[in-house]
């Protein structure tokens, strides 16, 4: 049976950051536009001003509703939607109007991927303030996409710069939260969750490094006890249902073993514990995808660039790392529902 290309939705971003120059600058690629059929969502407005802004003119196909979707080799089709009233937004603020118009493309892409129009999404960079001006109530896009999707137990974003992963435990939640969220169970899930994720992207035996929470993973208990009660026990767990996952590793050094590629992978407590390290390590380069939902999400690594904006100095490294990435699972996954 003759494989399909796959079908990726493409958002924009935040109509006041630097997505939609970047977005731009990826579909302008022919490459991209040959590697899957491609469902652009997004007001007109900032379709416009982001190709007046790089100086390209995109080949597009325009429909008005999800029940225009078809498409055609090499051709960008356009949903078209009015969220913005035909005015542009101030550049490099958050506000109510772009939040509503990057939270509505996000909600028209999941209704397309339930439709089984879609079979992943790509998105330029969001900000997380604007969308919660313009309506998200979860703490971020990733367990919006949970909610929408009917998606039960653990997710995750999973880091990827190169070679290496990384998975966390907790996400966007306040540090005074943090300890409180640090269970057997979810680490379990962490580590569980990249193994699984490694293994589908070809590595038959992920070597899986988890950080502790506390400076100097503890310090044999005299820094909090997390790594003796509770982050070892996880490992050991997590150990016993067959993921080779070592630990708990002091924060301030295991991605130094890392990036020296003593690991596939590296499960961090909280956000910037992972964050900061992963962006140091490649930040130009580096891909966000949203592990454990039903076609891949992914986006780069960067932010909505608020300093930036406009200037259309954006570099799409990452996002070009994050289209290819979704290119491949999405055939992945395309071929293995033709082999069942």
Same mark, same amino acid.
């Given at each position: 049976?003759?494989?399909?290309?796959?079908?990726?939705?493409?958002?924009?971003?935040?109509p006041?950051?630097?997505?939609?120059?970047?977005?731009?600058?990826l579909?302008a690629?022919?490459q991209?536009?040959?590697?899957?059929?491609?469902?652009?969502i997004?007001?007109?407005?900032?379709?416009?001003?982001?190709?007046?802004l790089v100086?390209?003119?995109?080949?597009?196909?325009?429909?008005?509703?999800?029940?225009?979707?078809?498409?055609?080799?090499?051709?960008?089709?356009? /949903?078209?939607?009015?969220?913005? $009233? %035909?005015? +542009?937004?101030?550049m490099g !603020?958050?506000? &109510?109007? #772009?939040?509503?118009?990057?939270?509505?493309?996000?909600?028209?892409?999941?209704?397309?991927?339930?439709?089984?129009?879609?079979?992943?999404?790509?998105?330029?960079p969001?900000?997380?303030h604007?969308?919660?001006?313009?309506?998200?109530?979860?703490?971020?896009?990733?367990?919006?996409?949970?909610?929408?999707l009917?998606?039960?137990g653990?997710?995750?974003?999973?880091?990827?710069?190169?070679?290496?992963?990384?998975?966390?435990?907790?996400?966007?939640?306040?540090i005074?939260?943090?300890?409180?969220?640090?269970?057997?169970?979810?680490?379990?899930?962490?580590?569980?969750i990249?193994?699984?994720?490694l293994?589908?992207?070809?590595?038959?035996?992920?070597?899986?490094?988890v950080?502790? /929470?506390?400076?100097?993973?503890g $310090? %044999?208990? +005299?820094?909090?006890?997390? !790594?003796?009660? &509770?982050? #070892?026990?996880?490992?050991e767990?997590?150990?016993?249902?067959?993921?080779?996952a070592?630990?708990?590793?002091?924060?301030?050094?295991?991605?130094?073993?890392?990036?020296?590629g003593?690991?596939?992978?590296?499960?961090?407590m909280?956000?910037?514990?992972?964050?900061?390290?992963?962006?140091?390590?490649?930040?130009?380069?580096?891909?966000?995808?949203?592990?454990?939902?039903p076609?891949?999400?992914?986006?780069?690594?960067?932010?909505?660039?608020?300093?930036?904006?406009g200037?259309?100095?954006?570099?799409?490294?990452?996002?070009q790392?994050?289209?290819?990435?979704?290119?491949?699972i999405?055939?992945?996954?395309?071929?293995?529902?033709q082999?069942?």
């Open positions: 049976m003759k494989t399909q290309r796959p079908r990726l939705a493409v958002l924009l971003g935040d006041a950051g630097v997505g939609p120059e970047m977005a731009v600058k579909l690629r022919e991209n536009r040959h590697a899957a059929d491609l469902l652009v997004t007001d007109p407005v900032m379709l416009a001003d982001a190709q007046r100086g390209v003119t995109l080949d597009t196909l325009t429909i008005e509703s999800l029940d225009d979707v078809r498409y055609e080799p090499g051709r960008l089709t356009v /949903l078209a939607q009015n969220w913005l $009233d %035909g005015k +542009s937004p101030p !603020e958050c506000t &109510v109007q #772009a939040g509503h118009a990057s939270f509505q493309a996000l909600e028209t892409a999941l209704e397309a991927v339930k439709r089984g129009l879609c079979d992943g999404i790509v998105f330029a969001l900000n997380k604007s969308l919660r001006l313009g309506g998200l109530q979860e703490e971020d896009e990733l367990r919006h996409i949970q909610q929408r009917q998606i039960p653990f997710v995750c974003e999973f880091n990827i710069t190169g070679k290496l992963w990384t998975s966390r435990v907790t996400s966007h939640v306040p005074r939260e943090v300890a409180d969220l640090i269970t057997q169970e979810t680490i379990c899930d962490a580590v569980k990249i193994d699984t994720a293994r589908q992207a070809g590595i038959e035996q992920p070597r899986i490094a950080s502790g /929470l506390n400076p100097h993973a $310090d %044999g208990g +005299s820094i909090g006890m997390e !790594e003796i009660e &509770v982050i #070892a026990p996880a490992v767990r997590a150990r016993a249902m067959g993921a080779d070592r630990g708990p590793y002091s924060p301030d050094t295991i991605f130094i073993a890392a990036r020296r003593d690991f596939d992978a590296v499960v961090s909280f956000h910037d514990q992972g964050q900061i390290a992963m962006k140091l390590i490649g930040f130009e380069h580096g891909v966000t995808l949203h592990g454990g939902l076609v891949p999400v992914v986006t780069s690594a960067s932010g909505s660039a608020f300093d930036i904006a200037k259309g100095i954006a570099n799409i490294e990452g996002l790392h994050a289209f290819d990435l979704c290119v491949r999405a055939s992945s996954q395309q071929q293995q529902r082999a069942a």
